[in-house]
């Protein structure tokens, strides 16, 4: 199995570089020379990118496309092709097929679960990066139908839309840099989930080059279509395993007219769920967003830059916080009614106290600042130390429950404020409307001592919870070994069947998602 061979693999290694990750896949052979001349048939020069062409690449320059966005996972492929067409994919792939080499496809390279750089032997997988692929393909302002390339990047597609009175229906930290292919690849849920649904929901149709190198255009631009089997979900969240997304079609909402965000200090974190019911009740149609994050994530991104939304001393009780965000047709009305909704909180009191204080961002430019209390997190914890990253879906109520123990079995187990080699910070924030907790545990590095004291501890937990272990960001490659938590037995066999019907050859994102 292959998450228990990197397992083996990592102990050797462990001094120098904790997730080097480099085992032979056994139907996979290595690139050579004659496979990247015939690349360079296919693509032009510039866009291949490898130390066997004739003008080496220096393996230094793939290095960021080997890295995965937290320097957690280091993978050793050899060459990286970058095609400009669908056509130029599917060729690629129909060649990889025919000779058995593995291909990884990149979006943004943002991931956080070890999904989008090879895990095999050196050059059994090429790097097949859609950043070349940037182009918005058609939009219609009356539907608000978009069609793109799946290499655009989120951002760039935001900007787009915006002359148009549209938005993505979509919205997440790293939207700078990933991709709306690797979105929905990987089924991205972040902020704006509560609000616009899935992308389960949103894309209407997607073109992917099947393993095979055929073309599946399914590029749909219909919202109601019952004709039979609705294959382009099954490449909604299947990490590349599957096939490789290079068009999306996808139905963006209209931008809101008014837009408000707050920030609130609650001084226990069990008024977390009271509050959301409270803000549910008063905002209803008009609540866009409902993020929390814990105090030691505050004081984290305050150490890392932010700067403090609230005076210190007004928050110096504060366990926990609250961002949510308002998105409306009507200013008046929208504001009438946050306004009652703070009223009705500030001037609470007793045990009906759920708020200490808060704060209503008056400007765009306060608006962009607390977002960025939140935004900033996973960045500022990147720069904290290592962060051990679980992606979990579980009751709200439970969410600090399941933070403290977790701190508690790392205090247990020693690692805790050990130094050098121990854990820092154990940290809870995430969505709070879509029942996801994103539980971090950052320390100086990356050690089995650690990574065995949380898992499968944590997964255990989560089934305990009856919930799942990864809620929005995937199973990649780190997350392989836990799947079994979520899914059982019959659904990880009918996963493997639809694995083995489009990919008979196995050279689709190998070592991810499923054990081979
Ligand atoms: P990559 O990282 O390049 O790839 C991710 C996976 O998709 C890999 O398995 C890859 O092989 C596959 N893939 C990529 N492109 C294609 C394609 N065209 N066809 C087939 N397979 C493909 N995630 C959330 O869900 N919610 C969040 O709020 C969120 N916030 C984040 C904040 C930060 C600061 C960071 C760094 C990450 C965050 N993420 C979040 C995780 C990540 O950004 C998302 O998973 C994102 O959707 C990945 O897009 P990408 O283009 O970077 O894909
Ligand atoms: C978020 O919600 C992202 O900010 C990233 O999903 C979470 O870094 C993480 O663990
Ligand atoms: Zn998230």
Not at 101 to 129: D, F, K, M, R, Y
Not at 284 to 313: K, M, N, T, W
Not at 451 to 467: H, K, T
């Amino acid at each position: 199995m292959f998450a228990r061979s990197l397992r083996q693999l990592r102990r050797p290694i462990l001094q120098q570089r904790w997730a080097h990750i480099g085992h032979a896949h056994a139907n996979l052979r290595a690139v050579t020379s004659s496979d990247v001349e015939h690349f360079t048939s296919i693509l032009s020069p510039s866009s291949v990118l490898s130390t066997l062409s004739p003008v080496s690449t220096a393996s230094a320059e793939l290095d960021s496309f080997n890295s995965d966005w937290m320097g957690k996972y280091r993978g050793r492929g050899n060459t990286v092709l970058k095609p400009r067409s669908t056509a130029e994919v599917a060729r690629i792939v129909k060649y990889c097929n025919e000779h058995r080499i593995g291909i990884v496809p990149q979006g943004g390279n943002t991931g956080l679960v070890g999904g989008s750089i090879p895990v095999g032997a050196e050059g059994q997988e090429v790097v097949l990066n859609l950043g070349a692929m940037k182009d918005v393909r058609s939009f219609d302002p009356n539907s608000g139908i978009l069609v793109a390339d799946a290499g655009c990047v989120l951002e760039s597609l935001s900007t787009y839309l915006e002359p148009h009175g549209y938005i993505m229906p979509l919205d997440l930290g790293a939207k700078g840099s990933c991709q709306i292919g690797g979105n929905v690849s990987t089924n991205a849920g972040g902020l704006r989930l509560l609000r616009y649904g899935s992308l389960h929901g949103s894309v209407l149709g997607l073109e992917v080059v099947l393993p095979d190198g055929t073309v599946l255009d399914q590029l749909s631009t219909l919202r109601k279509d019952n004709t039979g089997y609705d294959l382009k979900q099954l490449f909604i969240g299947a990490e590349g395993t599957l096939g490789i997304v290079t068009g999306v079609s996808i139905l963006t909402p209209p931008a809101s007219a008014s837009i408000n965000n707050v920030l609130l200090a609650l001084p226990h974190f069990d008024n977390v769920v009271p509050l959301y019911r409270q803000v549910r009740r008063r905002l209803g149609e008009i609540l866009s967003a409902f993020e929390f994050f814990d105090r030691q994530c505050y004081d984290l991104v305050l150490r890392h830059g932010q700067q403090p939304a609230l005076p210190s001393d007004e928050v110096s009780d504060a366990q926990a916080f609250v961002l949510l965000e308002t998105s409306g047709g009507h200013k008046e009305h929208d504001e009438a009614k946050l306004g009652e909704l703070l009223e009705e909180l500030l001037g609470a009191e007793g045990d009906a106290q759920l708020v200490t204080t808060g704060v209503l961002a008056q400007s765009q430019e306060q608006f962009n600042a607390l977002w960025r209390l939140r935004e900033g997190i996973t960045e500022s914890i990147g720069r904290e130390g290592k962060a051990y990253k679980y992606d979990i879906s579980i009751p709200v109520p439970k969410f600090k429950e399941a933070v403290d123990t977790v701190r508690e079995r790392l205090r247990e187990r020693g690692v805790l404020g050990k130094s050098p080699g121990g854990v820092s910070l154990v940290l809870g924030y995430g969505h709070v409307g879509d029942g996801n907790l994103h539980l971090n545990v950052v320390a100086d590095s990356y050690t089995d001592e650690i990574n065995d004291a949380l898992e499968p501890f944590i997964f255990e937990m989560v089934s305990g919870y009856r919930g799942s272990v990864s809620a929005e960001h995937g199973i990649g490659s780190a997350k392989v070994d836990a799947l079994k938590y979520s899914k059982g037995d019959a659904s990880r066999l009918w996963m493997k069947k639809i694995k083995d019907l489009f990919d008979p050859n196995g050279i689709m994102n190998p070592g991810k998602v499923l054990p081979p």
